[in-house]
């Protein structure tokens, strides 16, 4: 055992300065190509991509002080270097240069080079493995195409292989293009998608904050062909701008699905109402979805009555009322807010 250990122990030793050597070469590349005022490679050079262990290495350009000679190499020689990857590493490798693309500095890439580097990225969207479809994802994201992205979603969405909706939304949220842009090339695009992209894309425009399009999210809510997890979806988009005109749908949506088996759209909408202080029909609605028998929809009733504040008699109706279940929820909800003097 201990001769194998030596043996595993040399070896590894002997692989890492292999690796160094290789860094090594890069370094002086880069070191040629300022002094020459240039970072065209040669053919010699370039012919470096076509070894795993030399695309390794170049990527380690990144990690030791040589992040800008890296970028620079990308951008001055795309249509080589694309041709070299794609032809000779395997999918792995290519999904590691994939993560070079997203993590460089690609600002002052041209428009033929960043059409060469995303159609690379964009064939990568087939792969079986996750690693290299989410680092395809990220370097289109950082390449900042609005275009290319709207069209790898459609890809992935036509894939029987889903790609993680929260990946996606985050993603979405990392372009480094203009976000208005690709919101509308998303748009654009958007009943192609399968209801899993879609339901990322509207995430995504939860998060950043573009709400051009409520109105047709609306309008979407009353299709039957929409996923529960679609509605909910939606409904934290249009609750995120509080409106007298959406105060009707949520109170519409807790009276008709607080007692469902459905229930999740209604637990949404509870939590939307705590906008509207002051409304009674508001505080009827809520008062109805305590006693749902969803944990979900009573404790976000709960939430929101307390939040809006009515008068204490409403509260103590139902803390004193048959429903112990709706009685424990407002009693830890109004507990949580340190507002319980019993």
């Known amino acids: 055992m201990l001769a194998v ?19 090594q070469v890069w370094k002086r590349t880069a070191a040629r190509c300022r002094g020459e005022g240039s970072f065209v490679l040669t053919d010699g050079e370039i012919s470096r991509f076509s070894s795993d262990a030399m695309l390794r290495a ?5 990690e030791c002080g040589e992040a800008e000679a890296l970028s620079a190499i990308l951008r001055e020689n795309s249509g080589k270097i694309v041709a070299r990857v794609g032809a000779r590493a395997d999918s792995v490798e290519k999904g590691y240069f994939a993560y070079l693309l997203s993590a460089a500095d ?34 289109l994201y950082n390449l900042g195409d609005a275009q290319a992205v709207a069209a790898a979603v459609e890809t992935l969405s036509s894939d029987v292989r889903l790609h993680n909706e929260k990946l996606l939304a985050d993603g979405m949220n990392s372009f480094r293009g203009d976000r208005k842009l690709l919101a ?18 509207i995430s995504f425009f939860t998060a950043a904050g573009f709400h051009g399009w409520d109105g047709e999210f609306k309008k979407r809510l009353q299709r039957d062909d929409i996923s529960v997890d679609q509605r909910c979806d939606i409904l934290r988009l249009i609750m995120k701008v509080p409106s007298w005109t959406t105060r009707p749908l949520l109170i519409s949506i807790l009276r008709d699905k607080a007692m469902a088996e459905d229930w999740q759209t209604a637990a949404v909408a509870a939590t939307g109402l705590a906008a509207y202080k002051g409304d009674a029909e508001t505080i009827d609605a809520l008062r109805y979805g305590i006693t749902s028998p969803a944990w979900d929809v009573r404790i976000n009733c709960a939430f929101s009555l307390v939040r809006l504040d009515p008068p204490r008699e409403v509260l103590d109706g139902i803390l004193g009322g048959s429903d112990a279940f709706a009685a424990d929820a407002l009693r830890f909800a109004m507990s949580s807010k340190g507002t319980e003097n019993e």
């Open 5 to 23: 250990r030596i043996i595993t122990t040399v070896r590894r030793e002997s692989a890492a300065k292999a690796h160094d050597r290789r860094v």
């Open 58 to 62: 170049f990527g380690e350009l990144g």
């Open 106 to 139: 690609l600002a002052g890439l041209d428009k033929e080079a960043r059409a060469e580097y995303a159609g690379f990225a964009r064939k990568l969207l087939g792969s079986e493995s996750v690693y290299c479809r989410e680092n395809a994802l990220k370097a």
């Open 184 to 201: 509308k090339a998303l748009m654009e695009r958007f009943d192609r998608y399968d209801d899993h992209s879609q339901s990322a894309v």
